[in-house]
């Protein structure tokens, strides 16, 4: 599947996010970390705005339809479901959309964080809009 790269618009719906699981890592190494994982749920043309999570290391998971999926500067990529991604700490996520306006999509986002800026900011550890987004 081939689409045209879109540009974020407000008008949009956003997508629906709950909170699936949290744990907080305890093995050896890693401690200090804990391991969040939301549901997405992207109604037909629904758009996250362009974002970063901060310093979470994040995979995503396509569990149905399909994604239209952009990180900083590489070439968007149509993600169809079982397909998955990686984001790296301080990744700009410029675009996160449902690319069907009749079906739904959903994602499913493990995201480690440190607990620290969990704790302390809540959601927002795991997600910041772009200002001019907001």
């Known amino acids: ?12 719906p956003m997508p629906a996010i709950d909170l699936v ?3 907080e890592l305890k093995a050896p190494g890693i401690s200090g970390k804990t391991i969040v994982t939301v549901r ?5 043309g629904a758009a996250t705005p362009p974002h970063r999570h901060g310093g979470c290391a994040v995979t995503g998971y396509v569990v149905s339809g ?3 999926n952009k990180m900083n500067d590489e070439p968007m ?14 990744c700009h996520h410029r675009i996160s959309d ?15 964080v440190d607990t620290d800026a ?16 907001l």
Do not use: R
Not at 40 to 44: A, D, L, N
Not at 98 to 112: K, P, Q, R, W
């Open 1 to 12: 599947m081939t689409l045209q790269e879109p540009i974020y618009d407000s008008s949009k």
């Open 21 to 23: 699981s949290q744990y």
């Open 40 to 44: 997405i749920s992207y109604g037909p």
């Open 66 to 68: 399909t994604i239209l």
């Open 77 to 90: 990529k149509v993600i169809e479901t079982g397909g998955a991604w990686y984001e790296a700490p301080g």
């Open 98 to 112: 449902n690319a069907s306006t009749t079906e739904d999509a959903v994602v499913l986002a493990s995201m480690v």
């Open 118 to 133: 969990l704790e302390k900011n809540g959601m927002g550890a795991l997600m910041q809009i772009d200002p001019e987004y």
